[in-house]
């Protein structure tokens, strides 16, 4: 995850999903990149299981403890925010913001268990459809929103064009979704599941982390691959395919997933 990462500049989150409503060829190289590593994990572990059951690891469970611990946390994160805010300065005050938000998104991330490594595994797995789709309408919410701020000129219509079309954007990619679904968890489900308290996402966190920091030194410091483009190149669709080109042609990949998840958990054709 953390070298697929670096590959793509950005997660699945940051070279995907963002980069693609923001009309970024790089974010639709990348989408190819995760439907083929989340296969080839799928395979893997398929294998593994097969060749090498699991014995089951140990469950800790501190039922009395939990409740607690939780709001010692709450109570700590809000006195935090609190004192913040009422410093009422400059870089406290966005720190109070910062943190406000940050809490708020990370309830709400974990009621709703999203999860795109889910997304992208479980049609081919089970069939289910439920966050395959709540992706595919959060996405098209998203560009929906980003095209009038493009198109109108509101927003630099440049920003966020990764140059990673299409070598790294792709094999970044292939890697992270390959990572995410050994990890049981993208960018966004392994905080809230640490969160929860599933220890194992420490690990997840930490690995990622060393490996996407020596990678990105490496790919910008010693290589310099961005300056001499080895991965590829910033592409703004709309330079191609003008503004309603482009846009016709997300919503014609966002329909296309659509129908085929729909028509894959009817049919059950392609589950592995």
Do not use: H
Request: charge should be positive; include cysteine.
């Amino acid at each position: 995850m953390g070298i697929g990462s670096s590959l793509a500049l950005g997660d699945n989150i940051g070279g995907f999903y963002t980069a693609t409503a923001n009309l970024s060829a790089s974010g639709i190289s990348m989408f190819a990149g995760l439907i083929l590593g989340t296969l080839i994990g799928l395979k893997y572990l398929l294998w593994e299981a097969e060749k090498f059951p699991s014995k089951g690891g140990i469950n800790i469970y501190i039922k009395k403890l939990s409740p607690i611990v939780g709001i010692i946390v709450f109570v700590i994160i809000f006195g935090k925010i609190i004192t913040l805010f009422l410093s009422g300065k400059g870089e406290n005050l966005i720190l109070g913001k910062v943190f406000l938000f940050s809490a708020i998104i990370g309830f709400i991330l974990q009621r709703n268990k999203l999860c795109m490594a889910k997304a992208f595994r479980e049609p081919f797995i089970s069939g289910e459809t439920l966050m395959t789709k709540s992706f595919i309408l959060s996405l098209f919410i998203t560009m929906t929103g980003i095209f009038f701020l493009k198109f109108l000129k509101i927003q630099n219509p440049f920003f966020y064009i990764l140059p990673t079309f299409m070598l790294g954007s792709f094999i970044g990619g292939i890697l992270f979704g390959l990572g995410m679904t050994l990890a049981d968890s993208c960018a966004l489900s392994t905080l809230w599941k640490l969160g929860e308290g599933q220890i194992k996402f420490f690990v997840v966190i930490i690995f990622w982390g060393l490996s996407n920091s020596i990678s990105r030194y490496y790919l910008d410091k010693v290589y310099k691959v961005w300056e001499k483009g080895y991965l590829g190149k910033a592409i703004f669709i709309p330079d191609y395919l003008t503004y309603p080109g482009s846009f016709i042609l997300i919503i014609g990949i966002l329909l296309l997933c659509f129908l085929f998840v729909e028509w894959n958990k009817r049919t059950k054709k392609l589950i592995i």
